[in-house]
């Protein structure tokens, strides 16, 4: 089993709970900011040949990339499979890849994590 956790990076923590732990909780502060509505899966579509996007935020957007196609600049890849490569490079399956400038991905089954926008109604 393999977890991936992609997140905005934020040097905040609201602390609920913390085990018998004697230090400070958060809890009314983090009551202030709570999205309290019921949670709305993100609905994953395909957004191109061989691209599924899984997540779209302010902070990153999330897609599989089956095949091969020009990386995002600032991006971070994560091939699931061991195939492929990038920018002639082999792919190992659970390594990871960070795109400063540009990279072409090639016959890959990877995870693209980029910096993104808020989704839109169509995109």
Not at 31 to 59: I, M, N, Y
Not at 75 to 91: E, F, K, Y
């Amino acid at each position: 089993l393999i977890l991936i956790e992609v997140q905005q990076n934020l040097d905040l923590t609201y602390r609920l709970y913390d085990y018998g732990r004697p230090r400070e909780l958060h809890i009314e502060d983090a009551l202030e900011v709570a999205d309290r509505g019921p949670w709305t899966p993100f609905a994953a579509r395909d957004v191109g040949p061989g691209r599924t996007r899984l997540a779209a935020a302010p902070a990153f957007v999330l897609e599989r990339w089956t095949g091969s196609g020009a990386a995002p600049a600032d991006s971070l890849i994560v091939p699931l499979a061991s195939a492929g490569s990038i920018d002639g490079q082999p792919l190992a399956a659970g390594s990871v890849w960070r795109v400063e400038g540009s990279a072409m991905i090639d016959g890959a089954d990877a995870l693209v994590a980029s910096p993104g926008e808020a989704p839109t109604a169509s995109s």
